[in-house]
Nanobody, 124 residues
Framework: QVQLVESGGGLVQAGGSLRLSCAAS????????MAWFRQAAGKEREFVAA????????LYADSVKGRFTISKDKAKNTAYLQMSSLKPEYTAVYYC?????????????????WGQGTQVTVSS
């Protein structure tokens, strides 16, 4: 059974930083990409960032470029999202997702597995 477990969310002041983690288990994830999405209250889930299984390729939403960095530790089957210069509008539940390498990384319904989400709240 595949499990994705996110951690690292919390309350932070605007301008601060957080690092989210997503630990994957339950199968071999060769050729799979890992991604982060977020969903604010009353809004649709939106793409944040994705990283290829090798870690060699990354993709970001325009809204977070230069502020967020996605990375992964293949040995630990874990992806990270380092978030800096946080803004109140980044407040949302952040979800980790895993999908095949050949999907459209920005499209949430192409991912096969999802975590339960972790709340990030940025106060002004």
């Amino acid at each position: 059974q595949v499990q994705l477990v996110e951690s690292g969310g919390g309350l932070v002041q605007a301008g601060g930083s957080l690092r989210l983690s997503c630990a994957a288990s339950g199968r071999t994830f060769s050729s799979y990409a890992m991604a982060w999405f977020r969903q604010a209250a009353g809004k649709e889930r939106e793409f944040v960032a994705a990283v290829s299984w090798s870690g060699g390729s990354t993709l970001y939403a325009d809204s977070v470029k230069g502020r967020f960095t996605i990375s992964k530790d293949k040995a630990k089957n874990t992806a990270y999202l380092q978030m800096s210069s946080l803004k109140p509008e980044y407040t949302a539940v952040y979800y980790c997702a895993v999908g095949r390498y050949d999907i459209n990384y920005r499209t949430h319904n192409e991912y096969d597995y999802w975590g339960q989400g972790t709340q990030v709240t940025v106060s002004s």
